[in-house]
């Protein structure tokens, strides 16, 4: 079933370029679009419900700006996606997926393409944003809980030797699994935290988001 | 749903704009960014004081915009905080030299856009100052959570800090006076019903026909603990209980008391709330000085009540007398 | 239903102990029979206003006693006009010796209660003039009802009729005013939900999830009729043709604009109603010049609104700039 | 079956008492309690929902009042029943039913005891102390529309020189009847009139309370 390795090289690309950036982030706003009711009815559960609408908000307005950026680098495209979403979205997920895109542009920045490494270093240093805008804690019920594990299987993927899309489908599902295990967790960050006990239960929203923009990259990105 | 509005993605900017209609003595509205600043700012020499958050609130806060309280006021949409940006134009609007002071209701999305935004405006050259109002003591185990959230004593936060700029007090003295209203005020908010804002079109959450909520926010969260409809009474002593053993208020003091309405509540029956929470102060020894009763810091139509507690001293008072006109409280001019 | 009061028979008299807790500095509270008087009546010399009708309109009547608008109001139980006795004692308490105005609603029930009042406090001397304000143009065949209702106008009538007093105009001179106000004026009102009142314990009137009333009362009547809800800007302009046909305001006309809130509705959505009334206005010529915008006239926690249109001339307009210290509206002062 | 002249005399007694008024107003004041959501209910219909309160209101007053007057002439206590509707009642059936007994109070001031006579002209002066203060005409949908028949009713009982208990029936019945012809009535008087033809098909709630009254009072005084 697997296929040989001589033709895996030629049928999965290994890097990243511009125009994949662009379609990850475009393909990423119709799934926040599709996902907005849903995302909105998590947060009215445990926060103040709209989660969605304010993601669909900021991806709308991206998803309008990036034809502007189309030819610049990498780098250019994910600032511009951070500044669209600082400027548009607010609460709390507006100021983290800002940092989220405008760390990643840091760490991208100059690169042509970007490669499995280069990719877990964007989305660490993303990681290290978050935290650093939002000073919350793995197992706070944040967004944090889907990104860290994906972040994890990336690594341990790199460190296997997978190829590109097999990292990129690994560290999806770890989100999927990072998200779910926010269900029973008792929030400590944002307002879920302010429902005490009554947050367990429920999947927390930002991580919800965060599984689905991974998702998206792993659907994108490793198709080519 | 049942709204008197348009679309749900135009409440805001709609709402604004027959704001600006109705008040446009007071205030002026700018629509990208949007923030609200009072008509003649900024006002040379004197310290800029704005605030901002999440829409749904009215008339907090940009129906504290005007003289004697706030020089911006920056709305984000429903039930979210503001962005940078706006915050950034509108500090850059009041700025009349003498540095710009951001008054911040704690909740995460707010004090992360307004620490973005002081970021912005420092690089710009402007001195900024920041408090957070963290005045809900329904937030209990604070290490646990985000903190105690701000909710009723933002409104006399506003008008006391702006005040305190209207006398040309320096952003280091005007800060201190808010902090000093932060440190001395304590909220507690309860819910009949929730609310349904605009862009979920149902209620943000279900409650029974015979149950409410104690400990609730502001935004449409459901608050700590759900029970049985009592008289009020009895809901006013479990409002009341909690702030007041928080506070160490002691016998003697002079405090303001502040029933306020989170939008749905009929008048009438905040005056009876009121009632019993004099009653209570009075039996802790607390000599009741000034009163606000109404809703000045709401949630949409949510049927419920907030009460707040600010211990008063010979400052505070003077600069809660002092003239204010605005939309939303007016009072000496 | 759910309501934060005690027993639904304490709901007016512990309402009232509230707000003269509240208030104490400004009004004073008689309890049997009930009335509010503002603290220095009588005022000598001075024409003394009062007005009165059914509790569940709060502010209205009791929260524009002061100086300014009311020297008395006299509330009756919920919806319910007061009783004659009410009106006499208040007529008492706030004759200066220049005579007392009685502003009255246009409902059977207070015409005839009043009535008896005035006969009453003729009896002992008093010198009464009476005003009745039926402004809800919602009423059309006024030959075969009640006539119309007395509704928004009534808040702007207390104020500029009291504005009159204070200028120690003559009762003729004060009753002409109030009677300029009554004919320049106009209303209409619609409902998106009905209200609860505290005696009744359910809904008013059942109003399906997708349905409106429009040319409500503020009593919880059901209005003149039932339809699909519409968009803000529709049921405005559903609102606004029939005020502006009804009088004959001309291009150039100047007006007041005032939008009020039923009780239940959030102040941004009387934001969105004001934006485009003010817009139809400017389309017939009227050039607002002053605005009010909030919940001045309420049922309780109806949500839905009404609006007012008055005709200003010179003599209007400063009478309504002149100050006015009262719980419910207060500027200048 | 209709009982021998002679005995009907004895049985039936002829005239109203001191005794029979207070116990009319007291039984009313009961029936009142029993039927106070009943007519609020109809008010709610038509009106604002009060009429039921607005009555018990009136009428605990009465009742709680009347002790002190018990030893004073029928004039005296009619007087105080309206006094007190008047000063506890409000609204519009405050005045209307102070009137009523206002009215009964000058009609038959000075009597010790009422002949059914007597009792036509209290109701008569009843009636025009309603018109003078209300303003309505028969047919207007209003307390009126069960007050006029009864009055009518108790009139041509004394043509046919019926006994007081027959012509207190007769008007009670008569009352009923104009309660019913009140439901396809459009209201032209009090709060219902703005509901235009919208107040059809619903019973007048003022004309419910006075047949009512008007039931009481042939019940209480028939029997003596
Ligand atoms: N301090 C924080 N650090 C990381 N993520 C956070 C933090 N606070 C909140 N979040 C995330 O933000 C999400 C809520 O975003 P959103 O609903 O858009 O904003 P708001 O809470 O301001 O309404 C939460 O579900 C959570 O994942
Ligand atoms: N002008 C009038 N003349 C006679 N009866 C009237 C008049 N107006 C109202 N009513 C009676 O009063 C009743 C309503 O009384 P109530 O509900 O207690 O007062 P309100 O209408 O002030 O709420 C109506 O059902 C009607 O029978
Ligand atoms: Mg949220
Ligand atoms: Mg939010
Ligand atoms: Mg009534
Ligand atoms: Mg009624």
Redesign the pocket.
Known sequence: MTPAIGKRVHMEPQTIHREDIVRWINDFAQVVAVNRDHLTEL?AAI??G??GV?MDRGFRAVAAKLPSVGDKDIAQILKTTGMTLVSTVG???GP?YGAFFLQEALSSAGKEELSLTDWIAMLEAALNG?IAR???AIGDK???DALAPALQALKDAAIRNATLAEALTQSADAAQDGMQATIPLVAR????SYLGERSAGHI????ASMYLLLKTAASTLASG | MKKLINRADDVVRESLEGFAAAHAGMVRVNFDPIYVARIDAPVRGKVGVISGGGSGHEPLHCGYVGMGMLDAACPGAIF??PTPDQMLEASKAVDGGAGVLHIIKN???DLMNFEMAAELARSEGIEIDTVIIDDDVAVTNSLYTAGRRGVGLTVLAEKITGAAAEERRSLKEVGDICRQVKDWGRSMGMALTSCTAPHIGHAMFELPDDEMEIGIGIHGEPGRKRMPVQPADEITDMLMEPIISDLPYRRGDEVLLFVNGMGGTPLSELYIVYRRAAEIAAQHGLKVVRSLVGPYITSLEMAGCSITLLKMDETLLKLWDAPIKTPGLRWGI
Do not use: C, E
């Not at chain 1, 960050?189 to 879920?192: L, Y």
């Not at chain 1, 927390?204 to 991580?207: C, I, K, L, N, Y």
């Open positions: 947060d926060g103040d709209d989660h304010n609460g709390a997920s983290l978050i939002g000073k919350a944040t967004m944090l960050k944002g307002r879920a927390d929203p930002g991580a | 979210t905080s909740y995460t999305g």
